[in-house]
């Protein structure tokens, strides 16, 4: 990220924008700008919390399922990909290069209803050659953020 | 030709639509914020079209039953007795119609003779009045109040009753008005029409979008009430499919066998695309559909409050996704102070007379629209009103 707003916003999402000007040696006045440009052009596609659901015990089930597709004429992968791209269990859903061509990322309540997208929705589609899905057992960091909170340092106050 | 003289007397006599009316003048301004819209603001879940598009991939492109399909109809048969607690046998008591709108005027013909009396509710739905004046019946309106938050009063029906009433016509949640009936009032309405021997045509439609504890009623449900209650719902409000036109009627076999001679000449059957998304909405939607219900929630706690603030006296309406604030404070009618804030701020929304002279003195705001655009909608009414 070569811009260092965009880079800020992606820690500080909450940072008002007075507060970004402030960090940055902007103007409120461009940062909200900028930001306004990018909300609408779709540079910036959302702002969301990282939750840890053991923490507010969640019992939901993730799944990373590999998807081999058979690319069509013209389209290629885009058009199957946006079209399970945009079930709501599916939270991303990426083009790969190696032995499977989507990596599709699913949510659900329970493995009943995980199971239950991948064998209704999913490998039904036509141009799905095959599915191999892997439950999440535990997550150690999720975008950027590590999920152990470390130690307070013990950094002296002053230093020689 | 002279063409108005082609025209049967019954068309001829139907008055347009007061809305339509209103927003022939909307149409072709830039930069309104209509409050206008009666439907909702988020496209149809994506998993319900995924699988309009896969019933067409897999050239599901024929007529079914007309019924309707039967696993739909097993699947509205399984929805309607958990939500309503009322049982229907799907082989014999479902119809699926194109909307609920097909489904009432199916239910008026089936149903009436000419002359025969029907009471609605107003102010209502503009439909009601046109369907039942199409079927040969004379409308009766019965007035709802806002001392009553537009619930209608078992007193005032029974002043309304003759001996040529047929049928009886609710719609809670209420278009426009977002009322919804106190369960001891329905019960005295279904007393009313057991001992008046009325058939309620009760429409639905909105009764998943309830936002406060009670939770919803049908009088259908009321102890005697199935074997004379044709039940209205479809998919349109809940499930934000309102272009896929489908819905149903759940009643005794005969009331359903009436319907359909009607149906199956008319329409032959809905389209079987859109039965294949209802399957999918009913099957797999409650999720969806709840995340749609509590946004809207918010959004009718913001205006409700807002409203109030500026000094348009507003109840908090139970259900579906109007609010119908009081204007006549301002002194000026329902169709002045629309016409008014359309020119001054840009804001649409619909007098309240479009839904019956009840309505006057109101007006019809949805909420189905973004919270910025309502957020900025309330400023510009406040400002308005500020003006007067």
Redesign the interface.
């Known amino acids: 990220m070569n811009d260092p707003l965009l880079t800020l916003l992606q820690t500080k999402a909450r940072y008002s924008h007075t507060e970004l000007a402030e960090a940055l040696s902007l103007s409120p006045e461009d940062v909200s700008a900028r930001i306004a440009a990018w909300e609408k052009d779709g540079t910036i596609l959302g702002y969301q919390a990282v939750i840890d659901d053991d923490k507010v015990g969640d019992l939901g089930v993730s799944a990373f399922i590999e998807v081999k597709v058979t690319p069509e004429r013209g389209g290629g992968f885009d058009r199957l990909a946006m079209?399970v791209a945009?079930?709501?269990q599916v939270v991303s859903c990426y083009l790969a290069s190696g032995g499977y061509d989507l990596m599709v990322v699913v949510e659900g309540a329970d493995l009943r209803e995980v199971a239950s997208f991948v064998s209704r929705?999913l490998s039904?589609?036509?141009g799905v050659i095959s599915t191999a899905t892997h439950f999440r057992l535990k997550t150690y960091k999720e975008m950027g953020f590590v999920f152990e909170q470390e130690e307070p340092e013990g950094r002296l106050p002053v230093t020689p | 030709m002279d063409y108005v003289a082609k025209i049967s007397r019954q068309v001829a006599s139907i008055p347009r639509s007061g809305i339509r009316d209103f927003f022939e003048l909307v149409q072709g301004r830039d930069d309104v914020i209509s409050l206008g819209v009666g439907e909702p603001d988020f496209a149809t879940?994506?998993?319900i079209r995924?699988a309009a598009?896969?019933s067409l991939?897999k050239g599901h492109t024929s007529y079914t039953s007309n019924l309707g399909l039967l696993s739909l109809r097993k699947e509205i048969s399984r929805y309607v007795s958990a939500f309503f607690g009322v049982d229907y046998a799907p082989g014999s008591e479902v119809l699926v119609t194109v909307g609920v709108s097909e489904a009432i005027d199916l239910a008026l013909r089936a149903l009436l003779n000419p002359g025969d009396e029907v009471i609605y509710h107003s102010p209502c739905y503009v439909s009601y009045l046109p369907s039942i004046a199409l079927a040969y019946g004379v409308p009766v309106d019965v007035p709802t109040r806002k001392a009553d938050d537009f619930a209608l009063k078992a007193a005032m029906l029974e002043a309304a009753i003759t001996p040529k009433t047929r049928v009886l016509m609710l719609n809670f949640p209420t278009n426009p008005t977002g009322a919804v009936m106190p369960p001891a009032e329905l019960e005295k309405i279904a007393a009313l029409c057991i001992k008046h021997d009325l058939i309620v045509l009760s429409d639905e439609i909105y009764c998943e979008l309830r936002y406060d504890e009670d939770a919803h009623v049908s009088i259908a449900s009321l102890p005697g009430m199935k074997e004379r209650t044709i039940l209205l719902h479809g998919f349109s409000k809940a499930f934000a499919m309102t272009g896929f036109r489908l819905g149903y009627a759940c009643a005794p076999a005969p009331l359903i066998e009436a319907m359909m001679k009607i149906h199956q000449y008319a329409m032959l059957c809905a389209p079987i695309t859109s039965q294949a998304a209802a399957l999918e909405a009913l099957e797999n939607g409650s999720?969806?559909m709840m995340k749609m219900r509590d946004s809207y929630h918010r959004r009718r706690d913001f205006v409700v409050g807002r409203l109030n603030e500026i000094g348009l006296d507003c109840h908090s309406p139970g259900g579906a996704f109007y609010v119908f604030p009081d204007i006549r404070e301002t002194g000026l009618s329902s169709k002045d102070f629309a016409m008014k804030l359309l020119d001054a701020e840009d804001v649409a929304a619909v007098p309240g007379d479009a839904f019956g002279e009840a309505g006057e003195g109101f007006l019809r705001c949805c909420y189905a629209t973004s919270f910025e655009e309502l957020k900025t909608a309330m400023n510009r009414i406040d400002r308005f009103v500020n003006s007067l």
Do not use: G, Q
């Open positions: 079209r945009r079930f709501d929705k039904t589609l036509d | 879940p994506w998993h995924e598009i896969y991939e999720a969806a």
